[in-house]
């Protein structure tokens, strides 16, 4: 089964000048096209698809472009300003298509030489001229619009950061909007039911397609009872041999309901698996929310029991799967996943106040793609807090920064993103055949908690690889959801 990916985004870039100067000016016109032409070379190398509308001088071409961009239906919107123009000029070209817009504010030098500079010069250089116009115009029309100032081009030297710096903020602002699309276009299963009594996690699924644009498939066991009876034994043994790749099989640990891996338990997890492929492959899903409880041993606990190396090789693959159907966390991780950062299904496993850590960790489903050293596979006697056994899966997650997203509903129902940026660090964790991680973040342990309870997080979180804070942010303005950094 192929990984799951996000869509390249689609960028749509239009210069803006002053028609009024080219007669004034010649040579202006070239000139300000080879810089916007600079701008979308860089902006095509970051992996994206540019939709070029030219040099745009006045009302009706600014029209022309903003129709070029619906039909093109881009994910977001660059407005590098050459020099001065109307915002009446401007305005037109990000009306047709609400798509979010970047305002380019990047001088071709990093300063003008005073004495030498004319008219015509300081206009070719003059960026900074429009910006507040259109800023203004944007903002009066309801038009989502961020600034980015910097140096067009290197020059060398320490003033090259406003270079760098400038192209990382395009570059972050594009995967928030690739992000925005792909979760406006995504399709997430909830499978079963949430687990009984956990009020944090119970969620409204209308929020989910009004505010992200997601759609939610409710599904049946029956759906996935159907697909693992259909699963053929070639199936199974071609399962059973991927599960040996990615995973090391570990004997029983101290932990009283830990046991072997059998060639049984192994046999049913990978049949199980392979209807999970079934299930996302049949659904076109591009995440899973899963629970169910089961009874007396029937076919459905059997089920649900069986679920954690599917879902965990599922996950590793870009398709998140979150358990006790938690559909918050399955966003969440989503979105850490499309950042590039995994996203493994996490709560607060327990404090480590001698070394000011927190043990963060989960039964169920893990982002195998971000274990530190290769996971393991171990078996358990039981599931604590839930019906029947079966394999479970433990590793920690990649050593170095890491970010944790939780995404949670405020008192008059609409998403809030918490966030918090730390270090997984070595050291000792428990083996009780579940994911488990030593996170320091920068408060101590008793403010940190404070802090992140304060901001009304649910019990789970997406914990992922780097500092996506920054790129968090920037969605998190894109979609018009609050967002609080601890």
Known sequence: MPERTMQPARVGVFGIGLA????QFPGMKPRLEAYQKLVEDRVAAMGVEVVSAGLVDDAPGAQAAGD???T???????????????SSQVLPAVQRHRAPVLILNLQPVPAMDMERTDTGEWLANGSVVSVPEISNAFARSGVQFNVVTGLLVPVGGDVDRYHTDAFLEIEEWIKAAAVKNGLSRGRIGFLGHTYPGMLDMYSDLTMAHAHLGLHIEVLEMEDLDKRVESVTDS???TKETEIRDVFEFVPPGRDRISMAVTDEGLNWSARVACGLDMLVEDFELDGLAYYYRGLDGNNFEELGASLIVGNSLLTGRGIPAAGEGDLKTCIAMLIMDRLGAGGSFTEFYGMDLNDRILLMGHDGPGHVAISEGRPSLRGLGLFHGKRGYGLSVQFNVKLGPVTILCVSQTVDGRFKMIAAHGMSEPGPTLQVGNTNSRIRFA???????????AEGPTHHVAL??????????????????????V
């Open 443 to 453: 408060l101590d342990v008793p403010e940190f908690m404070a802090r992140w309870a």
């Open 68 to 70: 070029q961009f619906a």
């Open 235 to 237: 199936q199974v043994a």
């Open 72 to 86: 093109a239906a881009v994910d977001l919107i660059l407005c590098y300003v050459g020099t001065y123009a109307t």
């Open 20 to 23: 009024a100067y080219w007669p």
């Open 464 to 485: 992922g690889v780097g500092d996506q804070t920054s790129r968090l942010q920037k969605l998190a303005r894109l979609l018009d959801i609050e967002l609080a950094i």
